[in-house]
């Protein structure tokens, strides 16, 4: 059993996303893990096998316990019967108790598809007769986080004592952000400065809350606390 399932489309969305947060709570103790719905095949660089080793290593410099890639088409992933079959399985089999996965509004068709096939299987998890493997599970709390898009998050987290983690993170995937100038096609992802609109997103986000550096969540439904003081840090 996992405290949480952080879901991306391609292999590096976790740590641009989501990385700081997953950090923060593995720092704290609770068991993390993630899932990349596709290999990210289609990426202008890199190919399956290194992306998987990066993932991997990436993974262990987060603190994450598992890592797995349920193999669905990059460029392709939709929210249809098999693949919310293997969504589910996987929230059968980790029972998280909270899950992440990218926000509904983004530029890239996979991330769009990879939000509501997560929402949904959620949902259908929980279902006693829905006819996959595994234990019927429904996970606590869905959060969407920002990619491509973002908007006004509803809940932000202090990210700003393990935001050099999450750099060292999304440093090991050197196909997408380190490859030398000679071999690597220019892209929106790989230039120079893409780096530069992380820290400067998570530093907004920050600037919200009076700290170095955060990130933004948006949650499915309404949120309920037992107890105010959990807010704000407690
Ligand atoms: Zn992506």
Redesign the pocket.
Known sequence: MLDILAF???P??VE?GIGGTIAVHTAKGYRCGIVDLSK?EKASHGNPEERMLEGEKAARVLGAEVRECANLPDAFIKNDGDSREKVIQLIRKYRPKIVLC?YFDDN?P??INASLLVKEACHLSGLLKYPIEGKPYRPTQLFYYF??KTADPTLLIDISSQVDIKWKAIACHKSQFSLPSEVRVETMVNSPVFIQYLKSRDQFFGSLIRVPYAEGLVPEGKLFLNNLFSLGGE
């Open positions: 991306g489309a391609h590096d969305d641009i990210g990218p890239h996979d991330h990619l491509g």
